[in-house]
Each structure stands twice: as C-alpha cells, then as structure tokens.
C-alpha cells in the first residue's frame, strides 16, 4: 500500500511541476467505495481512496493541473470522489450513434469506400464501440495483406457481426410493443419524437435494442407523484400493448436489468421510499446505490404496495389502448413496414379516431 500511495503522490507532484498539464486517471471505478468496502482488502481498499481524495484536496495549490477521470461503472465510485470541488464535473459519453459509427468507418478505413458501404457497415454494428469498429478494419486489413490487395468491402464483411433478418412476425410483435409506449406516453402528454423498430440484429450473445419509442424531456417538468404514475404507465404500456393486441407478453418486457418492468418497479419503489409520495414519508435515498432485492427484508410491505401501483397502472395502458384500438392496429402496421414513425404521425392518427 505504502508503494501505491508514494506512485499516487509522485504522478501529483509531477503533473504539478509540469503545469500546465492534464492528469488522467483511467478505470476511475478501481478505487471502489467506501461504502461497500469488506472482506481482507478493506482496508487496502480504504487506505487508496483516502491517498486519492487527499490528492485531489491539494489541487487548488497546484494551478495549472486539471484532473480527469474515467470509468465504465460511475455507481462503483465513492461518492466523496465526486463531491465539489473534487472531482465534480461529469459527462457521460454513450456508444456512438450510426452516423458516428459511419464517420468512424471512414476515418479508419482513409475514405477509400463508397458512402452506402459506410452506411451498411454502421448499420451492423449497432451497439460496438469505436475500440471495437477499430478492430474490425484492422482484421479487414489483415485480410487484404493476405492476398496482396487494395482492402475492400468483402474484406470488412467478412469481419462485420453477422446480421440477421427478424422474422415477420417478431418484427409485427415488436411494432405492437413500441407503439403501445407510444401511444399511451403521447395520451399523457408526453412529446413523443418518435418510435422505430429494426429488421436485422447482429446473431451473437449481446443485448441490442429491437425498437425505441423516443420521448423528449421537458426541462421544467414538475415531478409530482402523478408525473411517476404517469412514467409507470407509460413503461408497461409495452407490456400492455402485447396483452391487448397479441393476447399476452412474452419475456423480453421483464426479468433483466433495463427491461420495462423491471424499470417500472424501480420507479414504483422509489415513489414509496424516496420521494415521500406513498404510504410513508420516510425516504431510503437515492435507491440507485442499494440493491433492490434487499428492501424487501428491511420493509417486508413494500412488495405489496409497489405491486399494487404496477397493476393499477399496467390496467390504465391496457384502457389507454384499448379506447384507441382503431388507431394502435393502424399505427402499428405502418410501423412494421416503415421501420420509424414520427411523433406527429403518431398524434394525427390518435386525433383521427378521436
């Protein structure tokens, strides 16, 4: 520990003495949290934070340096790390949207392929990284090397993710689910953007997104218990378009981190124990630190009172879809063979039925 420590010290001091300079910690999320700390390392564990955030205490008697962090687990962090006046500014940055992904195709591979190749290849990886797409292009280049040849496109499909069509019928199913959050968001008054499906997914073991329905976010929305009830209802309104229209919801609405129920209950939960707004005022905090399956033993009702807000607003969606029946069926075959509609053909069809 006392090495860690004097190495900790050391890069300070000379990003110190170099100023002005930037000093980057990577895999910010190592360090841990306090609050988590157990078992033989603990004490290691708590030593290396306590050596950082001195360090980052001393910062405003080194003008010139400016510390920068980064991580892929923030929640992992210690909150004191994060504080102001230490590490206090953040930025979250997102896997890169298909034009960045088309852009960065282009860049590695120097312009030398059409634009529509770029579009094709961005359009199949979905959810990689710019790390990931960099090494695609370098096994591409590796395969032209092989045959003494200019790269070409076969070269990166070759090393693309293989792409897959979604069936018909899937691809109805998913149409039904996006347009149920859709419709029952725009009926609340949410402003919808826009709602869209995908026809291909990569065939490997990774979770990608088969549709979105795209809300704006006000920036001076009141968060009253009725703007959450709303945001419930409109989670499960997935799940409750799949049971009106298709006769019952299949997996994909529930189980995993992310999915609607599962984002919908911890919505509920935090309407009952952080934001005063249920049966108790007593509030648990910010939830997103605590696992959920714990608040059970600390508060053996919970389960039943959040049960019963997911079910009263599961059956508001369900009457929300079931009185613009006429409208949802259009909406929805309009979407599965269009791919994408936009919010204003969404709110012209349900003022169309009325």
Not at 26 to 44: I, K, M, W
Not at 100 to 127: N, P, Q, V, W
Not at 155 to 184: Q, Y
């Amino acid at each position: 520990m006392n090495d860690f420590l004097k190495a900790m010290q050391k890069s300070f001091k000379e990003a110190k003495d170099a100023a002005p300079t930037i000093l980057f910690i990577d895999e910010l999320d190592a360090f841990g949290s306090r609050d988590g700390a157990a078992g033989s390392n603990a004490s290691y564990d708590i030593k290396a934070i306590n050596g950082l955030l001195e360090e980052l205490d001393g910062i405003e008697g080194r003008e010139g340096v400016i510390v920068v962090g980064a991580c892929n687990h923030p929640k992992m962090v210690d909150a004191a790390i994060l504080r102001a006046g230490r590490l206090d500014r953040h930025a979250v940055i997102s896997l890169p949207d298909e034009h960045t992904r088309e852009a960065i195709f282009k860049m590695h591979l120097h312009d030398c392929l059409s634009s529509d190749d770029y579009r094709e290849f961005a359009e199949a990886t979905e959810g990689l990284s710019g790390a990931e797409i960099e090494k695609i292009v370098r096994s591409a280049r590796r395969s032209a090397r092989r045959r003494r040849g200019p790269i070409t496109k076969g070269d990166v499909i070759l090393h693309l993710p293989f792409m897959a069509d979604i069936p018909l019928n899937i691809m109805r199913a998913n149409a039904v689910h996006e347009i149920g959050h859709a419709v029952v968001g725009a009926v609340l008054g949410m402003d919808l953007v826009r709602v869209a499906i995908v026809a291909r997914i990569r065939v490997d073991d990774s979770v990608q997104s088969l549709g979105q329905a795209r809300f704006r976010r006000g920036t001076w929305v009141r968060r009253t218990k009725e703007h959450y009830l709303d945001l419930i209802a409109m989670t499960m309104a997935g799940m409750a378009a799949e049971e009106v229209f298709l006769g019952g919801h299949d997996d994909g609405v529930a189980g995993a981190d992310g999915s609607d129920l599962f984002e919908a209950t911890k919505t509920a939960i935090a309407l009952e124990r952080s934001y005063g707004m249920g049966e108790k005022l007593a509030s648990y905090g910010d939830l997103r630190r605590r696992h959920i399956e714990g608040l059970g033993h600390v508060d053996p009702a919970l389960l039943a009172r959040v049960d019963s807000i997911l079910q009263e607003q599961f059956d508001r969606a369900k009457n929300i879809l079931l009185r613009y029946r006429e409208a949802c069926t259009v909406l929805a075959d309009g979407l599965a063979s269009r791919l994408e509609l936009s919010g204003q053909v969404v709110l012209d069809a349900l003022d169309s039925q009325g």
